[in-house]
């Protein structure tokens, strides 16, 4: 398994943006799909997007689609998560995962092997 760091959470206002990052530790996770997830106090963890491993597919939730945006770094040894027009709503701790599965791309936490610690996003209204 692939050990996952998560960066770049923050509190921000409704209508901002933040970047979420996640790199592996120890190794790289070029040859994964990887997704991000986000789980809120008192509800289940829940997808947010997901790409493949050379970068050509992406999914996300209905809820975030158009506002979010899930990238592969330069180096391919990153997962990025452009969050923009942030709502209250999407005041969670978000979760970097790294899964086996290739397509369709797996929406569901169950499919994922490795798991970062996640960051908390806090959006104020």
């Known amino acids: 398994q692939v050990q996952l760091v998560e960066s770049g959470g923050g509190l921000v206002q409704a209508g901002g943006s933040l970047r979420l990052s996640c790199a592996p530790s120890?190794?790289?996770?070029?040859?994964?799909?990887m997704g991000w997830f986000r789980q809120a106090p008192g509800k289940e963890r829940e997808f947010v997007a997901a790409?493949?491993?050379?970068?050509?597919?992406?999914s996300y939730a209905d809820s975030v689609k158009g506002r979010f945006t899930i990238s592969r770094g330069s180096a391919k040894n990153t997962v990025d998560l452009q969050m923009n027009s942030l709502q209250p709503e999407d005041t969670a701790a978000y979760y970097c995962?790294?899964?086996?599965?290739?397509?369709?791309?797996?929406?569901?936490?169950?499919?994922?092997?490795?798991w970062g610690q996640g960051t908390q996003v806090t959006v104020s209204s």
């Open positions: 995962a790294a899964s086996f599965y290739i397509e369709p791309l797996p929406t569901t936490p169950t499919k994922y092997a490795s």
């Open positions: 790409i493949s491993a050379i970068g050509g597919s992406t």
């Open positions: 120890g190794r790289t996770f070029t040859t994964y799909t």
